[in-house]
């Protein structure tokens, strides 16, 4: 290398300029310290790339162009809901739940909210549309908490397909989703007089210690990753894997009899959140809602006199069952219950996930109920 | 720190040392038997070799060769300790004392031979087995070949063999940098160098995996200049890795979320958007690959040593020749210096007379397909090098005329900035669907994003 290329360290390395920009960029991170929690807000979906059909939610972020991320206003940002105008003559309906609700394995537009919105179009008089926000987490609370923030799109119907996996006490607040939006849940508690055991809040410092920058800087960098991830959705359409293949859910079963460590009646009674369904006509106010028993894979296969499936012990399930219908039934609310609808060999890699056909033996049973219990009610 | 020894020595024996570790640490774990082992070792096979012939004859005495091997060997035992520890997981967990015999053999032997064997110049047939060597490593048929015969030796399946078997750490670079030394030895132009001075320069280790090439002249010459500036090569090296960290860590690998690859390939159908993950790959490869040199920089100016840059602002050059002398320059040097300026030089002066665009047609397309096999013995690093080969052709045979007719036509300023502007724009969409055929595995998916570019998709 010539002499006139060597490197000149005195030219290169000035340090006042360097403390300058340090100095300055520390003074922006305090500045917007106070502003990142609600950055979730600004999203490009909805303005340059197109709303996503289901709420984020995904591994494979480089295959499935998706991420998994626990800010709900990021999540609601990147939907299409958060982008369409509630229109005069639209009737609208928000399906939540679980996976089965989501679609995995099933593209957006194989999914019961997509088959509910092709096959109704119009109820009391107004053009119906339906949205997806099922999101795959097994947790009544979970589904509370994201039909609190859906309220704000008006909804005219809540569809909420359920499953005794998501009752059990131990399973409403122990997923990442609720565990990153505690703040969040006690608000709404406040507001709400919600029935919702969060345990201790934390204090001032344990706060500080999980919401500063350093802490949360895998949120932030999933934000920006969220946008990215925005540009592949709308060039491909693609929001989740579809491997070719994959493991079928499991039709030969333990001889298990327990379910979530529960032996007896009483044990599994006393332990499951049916506060949730309360807590969730709390928050939906005088909007109509129609509870789904999901359906289930029932079994043939070994050990099938014990159990429906890989959930459920026979027993557990039919207690659940009459319980939930009773306790529907005692507060006069829309029920169905499709638990068996849908025949053994439509489910994919769970015992509540459907193959497209199963989907559409499902929907079909879905909107006949809207029709003549919502739609021409009145 | 490294860097701030005073005494070139010291300085050069523990450089010796981390190359060492560094070459046999961070060789990753592959499906074969003890390749993990074998690959570094054969570089340091390769190395010593290179050495025994490139060295002076006269100055050379058998201790300047036995210390250095012992440090070898030392260092080989030490590792196989600490891997008894934990230390390095599974590194030499299941290495038998055998090959380290089989190891200390072959080098003696070929040492030997190369020794006691005639004083006639070796180095163009050495450089012929390094180039074999890379040939068969880059052609994804003879690795697959080479994956068969290996497993057939460790007695593994033969079936669950793949060309990705042979995963060889760094040889790309280091090859480079032997044959660089064994023909400026052929010309007379290398200066004086020891073994272990020698095999810092070949294995060094931040320019080991992905550059920059440098040239032995200057590389020894950096590694002999005293540190005068110790505080602010601290405070400079911080800020080439930073500056590399941030463009390997965050930018390129949020780029690689939405650049073109051969699984988005065919999922893309419109227009728009496959020019946007075409864009997305052209800087996804430059933020990467810059920000490894970045932080290559950075890592030698930490060692005291001042290594060339790779890089200076390709996508904002005017015309393809200008983007190839700012787009992995080290690279373009090489192949300048070692093949396009003899292979010019052959035609010119040879006995045939070649026609002047001949010339230029043969040279810039050979030496553009060459940079292609580099990267891989596979047609599209063919199509790619024809890409860019034929379009410095055409650049240099008539965009060249024609721009200048067009300055001359506009003087103004703003013109000018305008013309500058059209240029880059250019310069820069051809650069980017030259990647097309870099980063897709066929010829196939290759037309089918080049259709759905121009809207026939």
Known sequence: ???????????????????????????????????????????????????????????????????????????????????????????RIIVIGDSSTWGILLHPDQTLPALIDKGLSLCQGKSVKVFNLGYPTLSLTKDVLIMAFAMEYEPDLVIWPLTLESFPLDKQTSNPLIENNMDRIRSLNKKFGLITDLGEPPTNLERYLKNNLISKRKEYADLIRLQFLGAMWSATGIDQVYPGEYSKAKNDLDDSMEFHGFNSANDLENNLAFYAIDNMKKIIGSTPIIIINEPILVSDGLNHEIRYNFYYPIWAYDLYQTNLKTYLDERGWNFLDLWDIVPRNEFTNSAIHLSPTGETIYSNEVINYIQESICYEK | MVGSIKKPSYKKNLIFFLNLVVLLVLQPNLPIRNLRFWLPSVIIIITIVSWIIIRDKVRFNTLSIVKPISAIAATYLLLIIVTKFGIFNNLYNQLKIINLLIFFGILFLLITLNLITANGSRANY????????????????????????????????????????????????????????????????????????????????????????????????????????????????????????????????????????????????????????????????????????????????????????????????????????????????????????????????????????????????????????????????????????????????????????????????????????????????????????????????????????????
């Open chain 1, 1 to 91: 290398m010539d002499d006139k290329n060597k490197l000149d360290l005195k030219e290169q390395v000035n340090i006042l300029k360097m403390a300058f920009k340090v100095i300055i960029l520390l003074v922006i991170i305090i500045a917007i310290s106070p502003l990142v929690n609600s950055l979730g807000k600004a999203s490009l979906y909805n303005l340059i790339f197109n709303g996503r059909l289901r709420l984020p939610f995904g591994e494979n972020s480089s295959l499935s162009y998706n991420l998994t991320l626990n800010n709900l206003d990021a999540m609601f940002a990147s939907h299409i809901i958060n982008g369409q105008e509630k229109r005069d003559d639209e009737y």
């Open chain 2, 126 to 457: 050495w450089i012929f087995v390094i180039i074999i060597l890379f040939v068969f490593l880059k052609t994804p048929q003879l690795s697959l070949m080479i994956s068969k015969g290996l497993r057939t030796i460790t007695d593994q399946s033969v079936e669950l063999a793949t060309h990705l078997d042979i995963s060889w750490l760094g040889f790309s670079y280091i090859a480079f940098r032997l044959i660089h030394t064994l023909r400026e030895h052929e010309k007379g132009a290398l200066p004086d160098v020891d073994l272990v001075e020698y095999f810092n320069y070949v294995t060094f280790f931040p320019t080991m995996v992905a550059g920059p090439i440098d040239r032995f002249d200057h590389f020894q010459k950096s590694f002999q200049n005293p540190d005068n500036h110790h505080n602010m090569r601290i405070i400079y090296s911080g800020q080439r890795i930073s500056i590399g960290l941030f463009k390997k860590f965050v930018v390129a690998d949020l780029l690689s979320l939405i650049a073109l690859n051969e699984v988005n390939a065919s999922q893309i159908h419109s227009s728009i958007w496959m020019w946007i993950s075409v864009y997305a790959y052209a800087f996804l490869i430059f933020f990467d690959f810059s920000g490894y040199t970045d932080i290559a920089i950075g890592m030698a100016c930490l060692l005291g040593i001042e290594i060339p840059e790779n890089f200076s602002h390709p996508y904002a050059k005017k015309n393809l020749t200008l983007f190839w002398n700012s787009w992995h320059m080290t690279l373009t040097q090489f192949f300048r210096t070692y093949y396009f300026n003899p292979l010019a030089r052959y035609l010119r002066t040879g006995k045939r007379k070649w026609s002047v665009w001949l010339i230029i047609l043969t040279t810039q397309i050979s030496t553009m397909v060459l940079i292609g096999f580099w990267h891989g013995i596979i047609i599209n690093f063919v199509l790619w090098g024809l890409w860019h080969g034929i379009g410095l052709f055409i650049q240099n045979r008539w965009s060249n005329s024609l721009g200048a007719s067009i300055e001359k036509k506009f003087t103004s300023k703003l013109s000018n900035l305008l013309i500058n502007g059209v240029n880059i724009f250019l310069t820069f969409n051809f650069v980017s669907v030259g990647w097309v055929f870099f980063v897709l595995p066929n010829v196939q998916s290759s037309i089918s994003v080049l259709k759905v570019l121009v809207g026939a998709g």
